[in-house]
């Protein structure tokens, strides 16, 4: 098994408790949901030879006006 790299990381703390919240529920650590998702982006870039989907950009379909009461 080849050594893994370590990368010093600053996240927000806002985003670190997402993804913490996220890991848990799929039962990883904080550093393998990170790795995990790493690595889902990186097949989808082989998959389809681009860095994001054409579609990062669009509007989201989210009526904001309720959640800003």
């Known amino acids: ?12 703390e806002k985003l670190y ?3 913490a919240a996220w890991a ?23 998959k389809n030879g681009k860095y994001v989907s054409d579609e990062i950009d669009a509007p989201l379909d ?3 006006g309720k959640f800003t009461k």
């Open 62 to 64: 989210v009526d904001i």
């Open 24 to 46: 848990e529920d799929d039962f990883r650590s904080v550093n393998g949901q990170i790795e995990y998702l790493l690595t889902e982006c990186i097949k989808q870039r082989k």
């Open 1 to 12: 098994m080849a050594a893994k790299k370590q990368v010093p990381l600053r996240l927000s």
């Open 17 to 19: 408790d997402d993804i």
